[in-house]
């Protein structure tokens, strides 16, 4: 028999049951309701004959496309893959597939992919791309009956279920550690506006700085969340204070690729770190700890929110849970070679 033309009835006369028995024994939301010894011996027998069930078809039957959208910003920031793996290692064993698109071209990318994955009727979506002002076009979705769940990124008043890390806990850790060094002059150097990680933290940062008077907030600069936009930014708070008795001692970035452009920048003038300045980033990406120096900085668990996010979707698409709530977990700073007292 060739393996391209085996089918399900295939399938069931090699494992001695019926065809009913075989789809619930290839699909993992039904397989609970065989033995495990049924279970393996219809897998066995599809592994044997090459049969591949027809998802299209199963998606016919059940009006569900076993698919799931995940809608990311920058497939390029080593943030993401970690949340992807951990989607994925809830979505695949349910049954379902994730369609990862990345949407560096703005907002019209960004309805050009939503479009595309409605289209191919996908029964979900995760959201890494969320904006504050997002949230009445967020309603309509909801009204449509699309089941969604948002990751890292809040919409303010969004209909959905948010998971993302401690933003404002993450901050004032950072400024805690750089105080306790004996910094006294701190520049915050953010991502762009209209995000809930940046106004997160930036308020965070303003919080901190009116409860500690002794430390004097120099500047703050928004700039792209790229490698290219920390090196920027950095070079105009340099640029803002060439003397280094005015110069800020130590900044805390929107993310590990905004200190990657800052350590450039310092590199670049001839500037050291930490000795002239201690930088202090957000997330730890992965190789934050091979940068040079090694970096200082807010461990968010990256894979932990792609966990949570896709099981919550997972459960919606189940029917065991919908509508607005808010998981958020703890985060870590992590001190390394960075971060030092101020020279002087």
Sequence with gaps: MSR??????????????????????????????????????????????GYVPNAVARGLRTNESMSVGVVIPDILNPIFPPIISGIDSILRP?????????????????EAALASLRQRRVDGLILATAHLD?????????????????????????????????????????????????????AHLHGPEGLSTTEGRRAAFDEWSRQHPEVTVTASYC???????GQEIMDALLDASTEAQSRPTAVVTGNDLMALGALR???????????????????????????????????????????????????????????????????????????APPRG
């Design 4 to 49: 391209l033309s085996a089918t399900i009835d295939d399938v069931a006369r090699v494992a001695g049951v019926h065809r009913s028995t075989v789809s619930r024994a290839l699909n993992p939301q039904t397989q609970v309701k065989l033995s495990p010894e049924t279970t393996r011996r219809v897998q066995q027998a599809a592994r044997k004959l």
């Design 94 to 110: 349910a049954g379902y597939t994730a369609l990862v698109t990345d949407i560096q071209g703005g907002q019209n990318a960004y």
């Design 134 to 186: 997002d949230g009445e076009s967020f309603h309509r979705l909801h009204e449509q009956g699309v089941r969604a769940v948002l990751v890292n990124r809040a919409a303010a008043s969004s209909p959905f279920p948010l998971v993302h890390g401690d933003d404002t806990g993450g901050m004032r850790a950072a400024l805690d550690h750089l105080a306790t060094l004996g910094h006294v002059r701190i």
């Design 223 to 229: 700039g792209p969340l790229t490698a290219e936009g």
């Design 265 to 339: 920048s310092l590199r670049v003038r001839g500037l050291h770190c930490p000795e002239d300045m201690s930088i202090v980033g957000f997330n730890d990406m992965p190789f934050a700890d091979e940068f040079s120096p090694p970096l200082t900085t807010v461990r968010v668990p990256l894979r932990q929110l792609g966990v949570e996010s896709a099981r919550l979707l997972v459960q919606q698409l189940h029917g065991e849970g919908s509508g607005a709530m808010e998981l958020t977990f703890p985060v870590t700073l992590m001190v390394r070679g960075s971060t």
